[in-house]
Nanobody, 127 residues
């Protein structure tokens, strides 16, 4: 069974930083060099937004325009663990952040329906 466990969410003031972690256990892509792990976020009443993603061997990385130059995604390929360093946080970054994994490196950032999802981590940025 694949489990994606997010950690690192919380409450921070505008301009602050948080680091999200996602550990994917039981994730065994058919090709260990062909997968993507990424972060999405959702605010109640709004569509889910892809924030950032990274493919196997860091071959592909993607950032939404709204987070470029503020967020950094990185990975530990040996453990299927991904991090999202969020700096310069703004109130509009407030959302539930979901980690997702998919068995294709081309999923980043071309599709939104990934194979596996975590439970989500709340990030709240106060003004």
């Amino acid at each position: 069974e694949v489990q994606l466990v997010e950690s690192g969410g919380g409450l921070v003031q505008t301009g602050g930083s948080l680091r999200l972690s996602c550990a994917a256990s039981g994730f065994t892509p058919d090709d260990p060099d062909d997968y993507s792990i990424g972060w999405f976020r959702q605010v109640p009443g709004k569509e889910r937004e892809q924030v950032a993603c990274i493919s196997s061997s860091d071959e592909i990385t993607f950032y939404a325009d709204s987070v470029k130059d503020r967020f950094t995604i990185s990975s530990d390929n040996t453990k299927y663990t991904v991090y999202l360093q969020m700096n310069g946080l703004k109130p509009e970054d407030t959302a539930v952040y979901y980690c997702a994994a998919d068995g294709s490196k081309w999923s980043c950032p071309n599709i939104l329906e990934w194979d596996y999802w975590g439970q989500g981590a709340q990030v709240t940025v106060s003004s």
